[in-house]
């Protein structure tokens, strides 16, 4: 549970940089708050997604907004160069 600031403090230890949360439902915003606060807290560059109310799912809409961060999100990562046009 991303709520749990434990779990954004593991998250750094281990080397996690980046977090995305992304959601395609109303209200992602406010129930993501507590887990963005708890990532930001604990040293790692979180952004939040809200891709609108599309309805839960990975229709071609949400994949185009993820498509959007998706380079912020694997920039470093090892390989990233050959990820970041994943999906276009």
């Given at each position: 549970e991303a709520a749990d600031p434990s779990v954004a403090?593991?998250?750094?230890?281990?080397?996690?940089?980046?977090?995305l949360l992304a959601c395609s439902t109303g209200g992602c915003s406010e129930r993501f708050r507590a887990a963005?606060?708890?990532?930001?807290?604990?040293g790692v560059d979180v952004r939040l997604l809200d891709a609108g109310p599309r309805g839960h799912n990975l229709?071609?809409?949400?994949?185009?907004?993820?498509?959007?961060?998706?380079p912020?999100?694997?920039?470093?990562?090892?390989d990233w160069e050959r990820w970041k046009d994943a999906g276009k």
């Amino acid at each position: 549970e991303a709520a749990d600031p434990s779990v954004a403090r593991a998250f750094h230890a281990s080397g996690g940089a980046r977090v995305l949360l992304a959601c395609s439902t109303g209200g992602c915003s406010e129930r993501f708050r507590a887990a963005r606060l708890n990532f930001d807290q604990a040293g790692v560059d979180v952004r939040l997604l809200d891709a609108g109310p599309r309805g839960h799912n990975l229709n071609q809409e949400v994949v185009d907004a993820l498509g959007d961060v998706w380079p912020w999100l694997v920039e470093d990562a090892p390989d990233w160069e050959r990820w970041k046009d994943a999906g276009k």
